[in-house]
């Protein structure tokens, strides 16, 4: 028997409840996670429980309950349900983009921009040795063409942003970055560093959903690819990377080929 | 082909399970092309069944047809203990000499307070979508204008803000690329004001539940589903319709036996 079929049958047992009642606790708890998940938001605990009318039942039946949404995403989606622990709260990994699931599923010209424009600020990330101020990366932005504060055209660069661009954001890239990225979504951690009594400076890490959902040796082979060059030319970022995800250097290249 | 795995999933029917739901809904096309890029994908891999893509034509698409079978039931199977489903129904006016299949992905009971976090129509905009599902329901098919014209009647935010007719007619257009309305630009009489417009297999679809208790929508006695563009019998005593394509295939009334006649795109009760 699986193990949600087990659970299932311990919670029927234990809390006097029908198989009607529980099936439907439990599919309102997976809706929840695939709706909540569209936004990429991070899913709260006791969002979800108000959500699903949890709150009116025996408080000790809300984590088995979430547990077994979460087991059948797993078995029937193929979506891994990620604890952050400390914080009661949950995303969705995508398991299947191990298979590179990605190349099936379709996306606007929206979504394209954001994950296109989130690779891109992970992978500057990653190369500064995991941290960038914001000064920085909004410099690194501007120089893409995709930012300006009213300052471009006296650096000498070309203010005109396209609107279709702009339109992407919503107006606003750095709004975009502070707001969806790190508040929202999770994909950069920002951190607020105090460096004397008068002054403090702001940088960016990866956030808790790229550190589950993105590989930084496959952000890394992307770099590689950009700059068509051999991993060991950037040779601080690849020891560290390879230490991290613990893979020697034959690893690597075999994990290259099998990608391609 | 070889036999179905014990009904178990395994990653080809999830990676089936995420496209139909990443796009909502897909046409009977669609998935035949996704099942031969799933051939594609997943050839060789242990429990795959062997499909042989440069084989005869004929051939080649039974065991497609099979593995789509497969891809569908099983899937269904797991939906099921969580209250989902696929569904598979049929366009009810014919596209290009076919009434073209189409499969979306349906919660099986409702949640109201999760419904609302979904964001892809606004409040209004559903209450638009209900307002021409009560009018097609009796009028069938309907012009752009009409249904431009129903926005009039819409408006639940607090200060009574209505659709205007640009945001309806943007509204409408949204609503036909989601597959919800079909706009048939073939039909004779309507061609010059873009084509006449009709429930789409998505809406019927995914709101089975909400059209049954809310709409006095009649149901083909054939395959006793809901119609909307529907053939009646004939016979001046007999209430029975029929989706067309049920009539095409058995062209007679099944309780008087009187033939069905289909002429143009709908009949008008």
């Known amino acids: 028997m699986s193990q949600a079929a087990n659970l299932s049958k311990e919670l029927l047992n234990e809390y006097n409840i029908s198989n009607d009642d529980l099936q439907k ?9 695939l709706v909540a998940d569209q936004k990429k938001s991070i899913i709260r605990k006791a969002d979800l429980v108000k959500a699903c009318d949890l709150t009116r039942r025996d408080r000790k039946l809300q984590d088995p309950i979430i547990k077994l949404a979460a ?8 979506i891994e349900v990620r604890d952050l622990s400390k914080t009661s709260t949950y995303i969705l990994v995508n398991k299947l983009s191990e298979i590179n699931v990605g190349e099936f599923l379709n996306w606007s010209d929206r979504e394209a921009a954001h994950m296109g424009l989130t690779f891109i600020i992970l992978a500057l990330i990653l190369m500064n040795n995991d941290r960038i101020n914001e000064e920085a990366l909004f410099d690194f932005l501007r120089t893409l063409g995709v930012y300006d504060d009213g300052t471009t055209h006296i650096r000498g660069g070309n203010p005109q942003i396209e609107e279709e661009v702009l339109e992407l954001f ?16 999770h994909y950069l951690k920002k951190e607020r560093v105090v460096q004397n009594e008068e002054s403090e400076q702001y940088f960016y890490l990866w956030g808790d959903r790229a550190e589950a959902e993105v590989k930084p040796s496959m952000v890394f082979k992307m770099v590689c690819g950009v700059f068509k060059c051999e991993p060991s030319m950037f040779k601080e970022q690849f020891d560290r990377i390879r230490q991290r995800e613990n ?9 290259d080929q099998s990608d391609k | 082909m070889g036999k179905r795995d014990g009904n178990k999933m395994r990653d080809w029917h999830r990676v089936f399970l995420q496209k139909v739901m990443s796009q909502g809904y897909m046409s009977g096309k669609e998935i035949f092309v996704f099942a031969m890029c799933l051939v594609e994908k997943f050839d060789g891999m242990p429990g795959f069944p062997k499909i042989n893509l440069g084989g005869a034509e004929d051939e080649k698409k039974a065991e497609l047809a099979e593995l789509i079978d497969d891809l569908y039931t099983t899937t269904n199977e797991a939906l099921e203990k969580i209250n989902f489903q696929i569904k598979r129904g049929c366009q009810e006016v014919k596209e290009d000499d076919t009434y073209e299949q189409c499969y979306a992905f349906v919660p099986l009971e409702e949640n109201q307070q999760i419904a609302k976090c979904q964001k892809i129509f606004s409040e209004q905009e559903l209450e638009y979508l209900k307002t021409i599902c009560h009018h097609l329901a009796t009028e069938k098919i309907a012009t752009e204008m009409k249904l431009i014209n129903l926005c009039m009647q819409v408006g639940i935010s607090a200060n009574r803000k209505k659709l205007s007719t640009i945001e309806a007619s943007r509204v409408v257009r949204s609503f036909v690329s989601h597959g919800y309305l079909v706009n048939n630009r073939k039909h004779s009489r309507a061609k010059s004001s873009g084509g006449t417009y009709h429930l789409g297999a998505r809406l019927i679809l995914e709101l089975e539940t909400w059209l049954k208790d809310n709409i006095e929508a009649d149901l083909c006695r054939a395959c006793k589903k809901v119609v909307f563009v529907s053939v009646e019998c004939p016979m001046k005593n007999c209430d029975n319709v029929y989706h067309r394509q049920c009539a095409e295939s058995k062209p007679k009334c099944r309780d008087c036996k009187q033939p069905l006649k289909i002429d143009g795109v709908a009949t008008k009760r």
Do not use: P
């Open chain 1, 25 to 33: 606790m439990v599919s309102d708890a997976v809706t929840y996670f």
């Open chain 1, 71 to 78: 087991l059948h995403l797993n078995n029937i989606f193929g």
């Open chain 1, 170 to 185: 919503d107006g606003d890239l750095r709004k975009f970055v502070n707001e969806t990225l790190v508040s929202r979504q």
């Open chain 1, 247 to 255: 893979l020697s250097e034959e690893d690597f290249a075999l994990q």
